[in-house]
């Protein structure tokens, strides 16, 4: 009906404001139609068939304005109607970013521009700590940058990051679904201007989100020009304004190529079975380092989203992975050939989507192609918590197994649904599952020169700039009371104590023969001879989350730490359900 009203108003506006027309008219004709003013009814949106307006720059909408503006229309001499043309081109109604008004001269010169007139996001301060009693969603209620624990500042901890990509050029699409995001300094385009605009609003969101470092990948920054050269000169500018608006503070936590967007990677980068693509590939990533390294960047990301096969029946993995192996050495000497020492390489691992088997897998199957081919030294691992649900695994699980290895140097903080199944890069919320992912950074010492970054996107119907903030303020709190609970249980030592008394008669002189490897088998079964059936403990499984639960108290509300608590107790109890039901009966009144 919107839609319906809107094309009323236009045709409406358009055959009353109609200018004469020439009898010379050629047959195909661009008709410029004015703005109509629309007062009522939801936000709409463009025109389009195609994204962001580039394939075919058909129409817009104003949001700022809610005015229904209809740019150049290549209509047939025999079609004057609006609607005529409309269906005759076959048109996809579909919801996309606002851009500049077509007959507004004045503002389609700023549209243009590459600067903005005060803030990007007027009205939210810069956030600060206020303790877990504030009402503020506008306020950090756990995350206390310079608060000590276990000797280090809790900044020092995570070392925050926001992702370019998700936050500034996530748009709430998805598969069953056009765009939903239009910031308010968008234009509809990728133009070079856009880019820069981008890139202060990301400064401006960093700075009041009081964190020191971002990522990025090469071609979210800056848009693809028609040459390799044009490409280049274009992230150049993008960057050098980036270095400017950073400053001395902050810097890239890592940056990156996209090796996966456009269709020349359609068969992989490294892995493509086109030895020009593999050579587009190799350019792409040797600019990216260049300019990782240009703004202070302390790490780099290769995510091989197209590195893998479809079918293998058309596949020669041998080949494919051998080349993957060449492609990172390459990168390995590129670093060291332009000074970037003391950074770190990482590979993020990553099961499928979107290919159908990605090739690294997981933490131990990269860590296995790393031992392979000589690279175990040159690279750490990049963990995103959602990629190892999506393998079958906690993320728990993926940091013990890159931390044992000592591969351990990033985490991308996210999670995913567990009822779907694929990457849904939400913001980690859950507690339980924070508090398990600092246990392993803890034990690692930390994650410097890596730390967190939040590869989390904000979910299609959280649409206002402040849910950046807010989401990101979630995670960040998230991770802290993680902290703040792993920290807490490790002092304790309890937990520590379960571990070391399931293990200890590896203390004994035979346990440390085996270690020591110097007991074969042989003397071994000459023990079992003498020793005859071993007696096999408890291994107390049901104390550790009870203790966690014991433990993480103190920052729980009293009376639903209580229930929790008892759920556990009376677990192991014949008279569960009568004990269940009591407690269920008192916490309600209590929550009354």
């Keep these: 009906m919107c839609w319906i009203l809107a094309g009323l108003l236009i045709e409406a506006e358009r055959w009353a404001a109609r200018p004469a027309r020439s009898p010379n008219a050629g047959r195909q004709g661009a008709t410029q139609i004015k703005c109509a003013e629309v007062t009522a009814g939801p936000r709409l949106g463009p025109v389009s068939h195609g994204s962001w307006l580039e394939r075919r720059k058909l129409g817009c909408v104003d949001m700022s304005r809610a005015s229904v503006c ?101 748009t709430g699409g998805d598969p069953f679904g056009a765009s939903t995001k239009y910031w308010p300094w968008e234009d509809g385009t990728n133009s070079l201007a856009m880019a820069k605009r981008r890139m202060r609003a990301n400064f401006e969101f960093i700075n009041k989100l009081g964190v020191d470092f971002w990522c990025f990948h090469d071609r979210d920054i800056a848009p693809d020009g028609k040459t390799l050269e044009e490409t280049n000169k274009n992230l150049d500018e993008v960057v050098a304004l980036a270095k400017e608006l950073q400053g001395s503070k902050i810097r890239p936590l890592w940056g990156t190529a996209q090796l996966f967007y456009h269709p020349r990677y359609m068969h992989g980068g490294a892995t493509s079975p086109e030895v020009g693509v593999y050579a587009y590939a190799a350019a792409q990533v040797k600019k990216a380092m260049e300019v990782t390294y240009y703004l202070g960047g302390e790490n780099y990301v290769f995510w091989g989203g197209r590195e893998g096969y479809q079918s293998l029946l058309n596949t020669d993995m041998e080949k494919e992975l051998n080349h993957m192996a060449r492609f990172l050495e390459g990168a390995v000497n590129y670093k060291k050939k332009i000074g970037f020492n003391g950074r770190t390489l990482l590979i993020e691992p990553k099961p499928q989507e979107p290919t159908k088997h990605q090739y690294d897998w997981d933490a131990a199957t990269t860590a296995n192609f790393l031992r392979k081919y000589g690279l175990i030294d040159e690279f750490k691992l990049n963990i995103e918590c959602n990629h190892a649900t999506l393998s079958g695994h906690s993320c728990h699980h993926e940091l013990e197994t890159a931390r044992i290895n000592g591969l351990l140097g990033n985490i991308d903080a996210n999670t995913g649904d567990p009822q779907t199944g694929w990457d849904t890069d939400q913001f980690m919320t859950d507690i339980a599952e924070a508090t398990m992912v600092m246990f392993s950074v803890i034990e690692n010492g930390g994650l410097a020169p890596g730390g967190f970054n939040f590869d989390a996107k904000l979910r299609r119907e959280s649409t206002d700039v402040g849910d950046l903030f807010i989401a990101h303020i979630s995670g960040m709190d998230t991770m802290a009371r993680g902290l703040r609970n792993a920290a807490r249980i490790m002092e304790d030592g309890s937990i520590a104590d379960l571990v070391k008394k399931r293990y200890q008669s590896f203390d004994s002189e035979v346990g440390a023969a085996i270690e020591a490897g110097k007991a074969d088998f042989e003397y071994l079964e000459k023990k079992v001879m003498e020793w005859g059936e071993p007696e096999v403990p408890s291994g107390k499984q049901v104390m550790k989350p009870l203790r966690l639960f014991h433990l993480g108290a103190v920052l729980m509300d009293p009376i639903k730490a209580l229930f929790m608590y008892c759920i556990f107790f009376f677990s192991s109890c014949a008279c569960f359900q009568t004990c269940l039901c009591t407690l269920a009966h008192f916490a309600n009144k209590s929550f009354r």
């Design 70 to 170: 209809i740019r150049t229309v290549e209509q047939d001499d025999k079609s004057d109607s609006f609607f005529a043309s409309l269906f005759k081109l076959d048109f996809l109604f579909s919801v996309g970013p606002p851009t500049c008004p077509a007959e507004r001269p004045a503002e389609a010169s700023r549209c243009g521009d590459d600067e903005w007139e005060g803030e990007f996001f007027p009205g939210i301060p810069k956030i600060k700590y206020e303790g877990p009693k504030s009402k503020s969603h506008l306020a950090f209620k756990y995350y206390n940058a310079e608060e000590v624990i276990l000797g280090k500042k809790m900044k020092d901890w995570f070392r925050f990051s926001v992702a370019f990509w998700h936050t500034f050029r996530g």
